[in-house]
């Protein structure tokens, strides 16, 4: 049985994310917070494997709440479901100590396989985040720089949304 904390500042997606998880028997929800606060007493007084961080709480930096859950439980594994998807929002919160990161919105099934993931102590990034740093990756090592939707290298510049279109400069 996973034991898992779910923090969000807004009631209706953690009630969402309850709800979901509450379809699968290996997982329970032993508590909910709302703010960095709650989610410091919750943690220092209930006994939870997993806490679940949207890193967006009104009064408090959720990079500080990650830190803070881990320097009480350092057992404890975090896993992040936000909006933020920058990807220097993932490898920060990857580097304070987060298992793993997902869009919010992802599917059911994603966030189930990342919370077995990480409460196993493995990583785990959504397919939706991994392919777009994947991509800036490859850009960047290819010699791309990227503006907005536009990628230029040389003389080539190209639309980078999906279906985009690609044109070749003469100097």
Known sequence: MIKVLA????????KHMVQTLSRY???TVVAEARNFHDALRIA???????AIVEL?????DGFELIRALLSMRPAMKILVISARLEETTVARALHMGAGGYMAKGGEPEDIIAAIRTVAAGGRYV?????QKIALTTLLSRSGYTRRGDTLTSGTHTS???????????TA
């Not at 220092?44 to 997993?50: Q, S, Y």
């Not at 967006?56 to 408090?60: E, F, I, P």
């Not at 980078?160 to 400069?169: D, L």
């Open 7 to 14: 923090v969000d500042a807004q009631e209706i997606s953690r």
């Open 44 to 50: 220092a007084t209930h006994e939870v494997d997993l």
């Open 25 to 27: 028997g290996e997982l």
């Open 159 to 169: 639309d980078a949304r999906e279906g985009g279109t690609s044109r070749f400069e």
């Open 126 to 130: 959504c397919p939706r985040i991994s």
């Open 56 to 60: 967006m709480m009104v009064g408090c």
